[in-house]
């Protein structure tokens, strides 16, 4: 059974940080692309970064230079260090994984941010 376990969220002054975690129980960890995704009150959840099997990140545009993705192959773990946050950055945060080798996505159960002005 593939889980994601998401912790870190909570709530923050805009300006501040938080730093997200995502632990895997899927297996070839270090084989799968990680991703975190997140959704804000009455909007698409959507891709906020992805790390593939290299360690390469990918950001969406709304988050460059402020939130950066990494990776613990060895712990397997998903990071999500956010910085510079804004009230718009409000949202459940989701981890993610799109898995060709069990021919489905998982996902987490999500973990509130919440960013006030």
């Known amino acids: 059974q593939v889980q994601l376990v998401e912790s870190g969220g909570g709530l923050v002054q805009a300006g501040g940080s938080l730093t997200l975690s995502c632990a895997a129980s899927?297996?070839?960890?270090?084989?799968?692309?990680m991703a975190w995704y997140r959704q804000a009150p009455g909007k698409q959840r959507e891709l906020v970064a992805s790390?593939?099997?290299?360690?390469?990140?990918n950001y969406k545009e709304f988050v460059k230079g402020r939130f950066t993705i990494s990776r613990d192959n060895a712990k397997k773990v998903v990071y999500l260090q956010m910085s510079s946050l804004k009230p718009e950055d409000t949202a459940v945060y989701y981890c993610?994984?799109?898995?060709?080798?069990?021919?489905?996505?998982?996902w987490g159960q999500g973990t509130q941010v919440t960013v006030s002005s």
């Open positions: 993610n994984v799109n898995s060709s080798l069990f021919g489905r996505s998982f």
């Open positions: 790390i593939n099997r290299g360690g390469v990140p």
């Open positions: 899927i297996l070839p960890f270090s084989l799968h692309v």
